[in-house]
């Protein structure tokens, strides 16, 4: 949502744009998947939440123009079970990746297809701002 105002490049995995939908269907309390560094291991989803994210959805495509429409990537996860969400950002964005993972990267598959988009994105950018 901001890279657009602050003009910058953004590289979104496996993006969900309707998180408040599919945080209504969890509310309560719910373990990390991974351990934190603060070695807090539960966290909670309430209503106060899942309004917090239908406020941001209801703007989150606000500043999309078609000159900054090359500068979003998406990068699609082809084992994916919770976000399919490629079509509506194809709406706003031109430039979608897949790699063969789900919806939560390993540290491998960062390395792997992450990092190396992140870098050619802004290879890529920096050479079009230059020009």
């Given at each position: 949502m901001i890279a657009p105002v602050v003009d910058i490049p953004a590289l979104l995995g496996n993006p969900h744009f309707r998180m408040s939908e599919f945080l209504k269907?969890?509310?309560?309390?719910?373990?990390?998947?991974s351990p934190r560094k603060d070695g807090k291991q539960s966290f909670v989803i309430d209503e106060a939440l899942v309004e917090?994210?239908?406020?941001?959805?209801?703007?989150?495509?606000?500043?999309?123009?078609?000159?900054?429409?090359?500068?979003?990537?998406?990068?699609?996860?082809?084992?994916?079970?919770?976000?399919?969400?490629?079509?509506?950002?194809?709406?706003?964005?031109?430039?979608?990746?897949?790699?063969?993972?789900?919806?939560?990267?390993?540290?491998?598959?960062?390395r792997t297809w992450y990092?190396?988009?992140?870098?050619?994105?802004l290879i890529e950018l920096s050479y079009t701002n230059e020009v």
């Open positions: 269907q969890r509310i309560g309390q719910h373990e990390y998947k917090e994210f239908a406020a941001l959805e209801a703007t989150q495509f606000d500043n999309c123009n078609p000159q900054f429409s090359d500068q979003v990537w998406g990068l699609f996860g082809e084992q994916d079970t919770l976000a399919h969400f490629e079509s509506l950002f194809l709406e706003h964005y031109n430039r979608s990746f897949h790699f063969p993972g789900g919806h939560t990267p390993t540290a491998d598959e960062v990092v190396p988009l992140a870098e050619r994105m």
